[in-house]
Each structure stands twice: as C-alpha cells, then as structure tokens.
C-alpha cells in the first residue's frame, strides 16, 4: 500500500491559529517555537496546523502579511527540527465544520470558492518552495449532499495550486467530518501527489464520553475501553441520539478487530486508487480513564502500523484533548511511546 512518506507520526497545533480568539496575543503565546522543538525531541516527525481564513485575510478580505509570516516563521521553525508541516486549511469563506461558527453558503457561492481558490494559489506562491510542506485543502465537510460539489470544488483547487507548486503533496477528505466512509466518494486521485484523509475518533460515545458539544450527551457519562458492542450500541443510541458506533458483531468485546473492520474499506480503496492514506485527527477526551486511553491508543495505533498509515494526533494542548495538560501526566511516556 502507497505510504505518505514523511508523515507517519504527527501531532495537532490545534487552537493556535483556529478554533481561537484570533488575537495577536494568542498567536505569540499559544505555541512557541520551543514547542516544536519538543515534538521533535518526542520523536514525531511532522506537525499538521490548522489555519482559519482569519489569519491572512482582514475584514475587507484583503490579504494580512504578518499571518503568512507566521506560517513562513512555522516552515522555518520545522526544518531547524526535522519535521515535515501540514498547512490545513480550517475555516474558509462561508464554510466551517463548526455550526457555531455561523458560516455559510460556500458551496453555492462562486464568490467565496474563488476566494478559496486564490487562497491556496496564494499559498502555493509563497510556499512551494519548502519540501517539508504538504497543504489540505480544507477541514471536515460536514454533509454528504456536498459530496458532488465538493470534489468538483477540490479539483479545481489542486489546478490552482499545480500552478505553482506542481508536486507538493495535497491532502483531501470527504463528508461526515472526514468520515473513512466518505472516501470512496471522493474523485479518482488527481495526480500522484494526492493523499486521502479522514479522521478518526471511533468510537466516538467512548473518545467523546462527557462532551460538552454532544447535545444529547450527559456530562457525567463514563465508559471503559473494554466494553461488549451491546453497550457500545446502547450507550451510543443514549448519549448520543444517532447509529454513530457500527455494530459489527452482536456480541464480543472492543478491540482491535474493530479498528481492522472500520479501516478496511479504506485500505482496499487506497490500494485500488494507488493513493496513501492519512488520518489527519484521532484521540481521546481527557474525561476518559488514562488506562482505557492507552489501550485504545494501543489498539487503533496498531493497525495504522500494520498498513503504515501517516497520522496526526489530537491534539497538543488543551482543546480537550490535549497531550501536555495535566490529565496525561502519569501516562505521557508510555502515551507517546504509542503515536
């Protein structure tokens, strides 16, 4: 199977330059380039971060040229520590996988695909020159009615940036957030630098067990790893109100054979396709016990090793998921040693 080289092990700067205030302030302090210096002390070989269009577009939609020297100073601060970058784009114009962001209207406005698209060419511009960067064209699309578009939208994206940057790597997802399922949806590869990429954080009633943003979800529900797929079904129909979990078997205890099922029809696509596969995002919300954590790390990093799938955990810090807080403590070194 094809392999994204350079980028088997990764980790999210998440809510730096997304998910954010977009202050100047948070964008001096929330990561420093001390921290990059620690992945790479960590051993991981590459960083993705997530960028909203607020970073390099102002009110009038007029280029910032202090946020692309961020991502310059980014580029820079990764090649001093041998790791590779992804420049993932978040947020754009009218499009955000957050609800509460309150974009809209991105896949029927050619005003902001073209906004979209210079973006990128943009990007392709100033950027193509590092051979330690791969761009993805945007986070998380979030309903399946898009899929059509989408993929016109996104072939028209890899043609901007092949002006420019004719071989960089460009990653692509589909619908669902990213969802496995959604990938055989997407389009035939549109060169051989093209990378296939979902996230990952299944099952979710037990990687989002106590999730704030889970509206139907209790604050207070806990659940262990080790679980029979009955509760698994039941616990997911409870807190969560939707068929997220799949229930493969009717009896038997989670494992490792439920990330093999749940990956395999992505291994078969990308074999198929001739396309690597990345899993841009996957973790566990420090709500859950740090023991199941371990073996759901375990379990799901065994598989990505089996077929060598590059991945990106999430995330650094904070963001609820995030490997320097307090919560992963006892933990971080054998947590790492897992990634």
Same mark, same amino acid.
């Given at each position: ?11 999210? !700067? ?25 992945? %790479? ?14 970073? !390099? ?30 420049? $993932? ?8 996988? $957050?609800? /509460? ?32 960067? %791969? ?22 994206? @890899? ?22 399922? %959604? ?57 969560? =109100?939707?068929?997220? !979990? ?37 973790? @566990? ?11 759901? !790390? ?14 990106? @955990? ?7 998921? =995030? ?13 790492? /040693?897992?990634?």
């Amino acid at each position: 199977m094809k392999e994204f080289s350079g980028y088997r092990k990764g980790i999210n !700067f998440g809510g730096w330059f997304s998910q954010c205030d977009h202050s100047e302030k948070r964008y001096d302090n929330f990561i420093k380039k001390d921290d990059f210096r620690r992945v %790479a002390r960590w051993g991981l070989d590459h960083v993705r971060i997530p960028v909203d269009y607020e970073l !390099f577009l102002d009110g009038s939609l007029n280029y910032r040229e202090e946020g692309f020297k961020r991502i310059e100073d980014c580029i820079s601060w990764c090649r001093e520590y041998g790791l590779n970058m992804i420049l $993932d784009l978040h947020k754009t114009v009218g499009f955000s996988f $957050d609800d /509460g962001e309150n974009e809209e209207g991105f896949f029927d406005s050619e005003k902001y695909q073209q906004i979209f698209y210079d973006l990128w060419k943009e990007f392709a511009k100033r950027f193509a020159r590092n051979d330690n960067l %791969a761009f993805e064209l945007l986070n998380e699309v979030t309903d399946p009615k898009y899929s059509s578009r989408w993929n016109e939208i996104a072939g028209k994206a @890899v043609e901007a940036i092949r002006e420019y940057a004719p071989d960089i790597r460009i990653l692509i997802g589909g619908y669902h957030h990213n969802s496995i399922t %959604a990938l055989k949806d997407l389009d035939l590869p549109h060169d051989e630098n093209i990378v296939y990429n979902f996230h990952c954080y299944a099952p979710l009633i037990f990687t989002h067990q106590g999730a704030y943003w889970i509206e139907k979800m209790d604050r207070s529900f806990r659940m262990s790893f080790a679980s029979s797929y009955e509760d698994y079904t039941k616990y997911t129909e409870e807190q969560i =109100g939707y068929n997220y !979990f799949t229930d493969y078997r009717k009896d038997g205890i989670m494992g490792i054979e439920y990330f093999e099922e749940e990956f395999a029809e992505a291994i078969r696509i990308s074999k198929e396709r001739d396309v690597p596969l990345y899993c841009g995002e996957y973790g @566990v919300i420090d709500l859950a016990d740090t023991e199941d954590t371990l073996e759901w !790390f375990r379990c799901i990093n065994s598989v990505f090793e089996k077929y060598g799938i590059g991945r990106a @955990v999430w995330s650094y810090k904070e963001m609820d998921f =995030g490997l320097t807080d307090a919560h992963y403590d006892d933990i971080r070194d054998d947590l790492l /040693g897992l990634l």
